[in-house]
């Protein structure tokens, strides 16, 4: 079936550096992306999002691209501290007007920043 | 912002008996609400959606007498692992969509643990 999958399972970087988690949607449905921060033991937090009609999108730090005729979805997140570390989740739904349908998830990208 | 509170964050049951599992929109209204499963290491995988005054509709290859979800007003649903057996361990974790917010919000899970 479709589904939402990331290049990387793990990745480690330096604190202070930046970092890019990349996630891969096969839907062309897809109409509405999120990412998603966890952290162990605890449910998603939001951290920014993007619908299709944008090819990228800044927020504190974070900034999402979205390429469309690839199929391919970015995190990038800027100056890493060690609160950053956590387990980060790209996630998609066809728009249907306000959240009518539920969210499928990538497999998630485990971020260690290293002191 | 929106929040949603899930209740217990841990319950550890034995086998056979059932499981209630809460989830509360606290600062709006959400006449949808999902339930997803998380199992250790993996990805979140959506189990069904909750709707206001209606029944719940479930993913493909989830047992609806099993998990028994009610959503009998705008900011209360409720899942029930009934018969509850150890390979129905994981994390739950519940979500609502705040239509005047971001969209969707996540509970804090709940670990559940059948011995």
């Known amino acids: 079936g479709e589904s939402v999958g990331l290049h990387l399972p793990t990745l480690s970087v330096q604190e202070g550096d930046n970092s890019i988690i990349n996630c891969a949607y096969s839907n062309s449905a897809s109409d509405y992306f999120i990412w998603y921060k966890q952290e162990s033991g605890k449910g998603p937090q939001f951290i920014i999002d993007?619908?299709?009609?944008?090819d990228k999108r800044q927020g504190q730090r974070v900034t999402v691209l979205l390429n469309k005729t690839v199929k391919h979805l970015s995190l990038q997140i800027a100056a890493t501290q060690p609160g950053d570390s956590a387990v980060y989740f790209c996630a998609e739904t066809p728009y249907s007007g306000g959240g009518a349908d539920g969210l499928t998830f990538g497999k998630g990208t485990h971020l260690i920043i290293q002191p | 912002g929106a929040v949603v509170s899930q209740h217990p964050s841990w319950v550890i049951c034995k086998s056979g008996t059932s499981v209630k599992i809460e989830c509360r929109s606290l600062?709006?209204?959400?006449?949808?609400m999902f339930w997803y499963r998380q199992f250790p290491k993996q990805s979140l995988m959506l189990m069904a959606t909750?709707?206001?005054?209606?029944?719940?509709?479930?993913e493909q290859g989830v047992e609806k007498d099993k998990f028994l979800i009610n959503h009998a007003s705008l900011t209360l649903s409720t899942l029930t692992v009934t018969s509850a057996h150890p390979e129905d361990s994981s994390f739950y974790i519940c979500s609502a969509v705040d239509r005047g917010g971001p969209g969707y919000t996540f509970g804090s899970g709940t670990r559940l643990t059948v011995v």
């Open positions: 600062d709006f209204q959400a006449t949808t």
């Open positions: 909750s709707n206001e005054g209606s029944k719940a509709t479930y």
């Open positions: 993007i619908r299709s009609n944008m």
